[in-house]
T-cell receptor, first 113, second 117 residues
Framework: NAGVTQTPKFQVLKTGQSMTLQCAQDMNHEYMSWYRQDPGMGLRLIHYSVGAGITDQGEVPNGYNVSRSTTEDFPLRLLSAAPSQTSVYFC????????????FGPGTRLTVL | AQKVTQAQTEISVVEKEDVTLDCVYETRDTTYYLFWYKQPPSGELVFLIRRNSFDEQNEISGRYSWNFQKSTSSFNFTITASQVVDSAVYFCALMNAGGTSYGKLTFGQGTILTVHP
């Protein structure tokens, strides 16, 4: 298994540009989520999904969209990038919320100029 | 609302010293899960342990041990005989099993541990 994969690893955007961060897992995990990590603030939940076709907002959802059309993929879309979205983004997945921990991808470092 | 506080921003120790990382949490739910994750300098997040609110037994795994005390809402992590490879950022996290916070993992701010040779 490749585990949780994220692309790209690094990205630089200009303010107002849009892009999609990709996340995929090959472990047949139902639960997937996106976090952002900022210095001194730990990780904060952006959006999560408990299964294909089901998504919900986390702590900091504004400016981000998600969809879950398949079990394997959970892309995160930035509609109009802002400097405040400069962060490291982590995708995570787990087989079950209650029976297994969340496993994290390697992260995407995004800079918005 | 749920909250996790890691009061120690940075800890510096010399190799072979024991070190305890503190974690205090707040939640209104009676059923919840607590986690510790390690983030080494390479940046990935490594799962260390998961504990549910009904299991207050302490756990030991090699040089790592965890002390869960519901009475003080704490879930502290001790590394015995620390090594340079233990240098990392350590995160404590909480997930509620119900209410509006269902399924949401809340992280503390993290503790930067530096182990000097």
């Amino acid at each position: 298994n490749a585990g949780v994969t994220q692309t790209p690893k690094f990205q630089v955007l200009k303010t107002g540009q849009s892009m999609t961060l990709q996340c995929a897992q090959d472990m047949n995990h139902e639960y997937m989520s996106w976090y952002r990590q900022d210095p001194g603030m730990g990780l904060r939940l952006i959006h999560y999904s408990v299964g294909a076709g089901i998504t919900d907002q986390g702590e900091v959802p504004n400016g981000y969209n998600v969809s879950r059309s398949t079990t394997e993929d959970f892309p995160l879309r930035l509609l109009s990038a802002a400097p405040s979205q400069t962060s490291v983004y982590f995708c995570a997945s787990s087989y079950s919320l209650w029976q297994s921990p969340q496993y994290f991808g390697p992260g995407t470092r995004l800079t918005v100029l | 609302a749920q909250k996790v506080t890691q009061a120690q921003t940075e800890i510096s120790v010399v190799e072979k010293e024991d070190v305890t990382l503190d974690c205090v949490y707040e939640t209104r739910d009676t059923t919840y899960y607590l986690f510790w994750y390690k983030q080494p300098p390479s940046g990935e997040l490594v799962f260390l342990i998961r504990r549910n609110s009904f299991d207050e037994q302490n756990e030991i795994s090699g040089r790592y041990s965890w002390n869960f005390q519901k009475s003080t809402s704490s879930f502290n992590f001790t590394i015995t005989a620390s090594q340079v490879v233990d240098s990392a950022v350590y995160f404590c996290a909480l997930m509620n099993a119900g209410g509006t916070s269902y399924g949401k993992l809340t992280f503390g701010q993290g503790t930067i541990l530096t182990v000097h040779p």
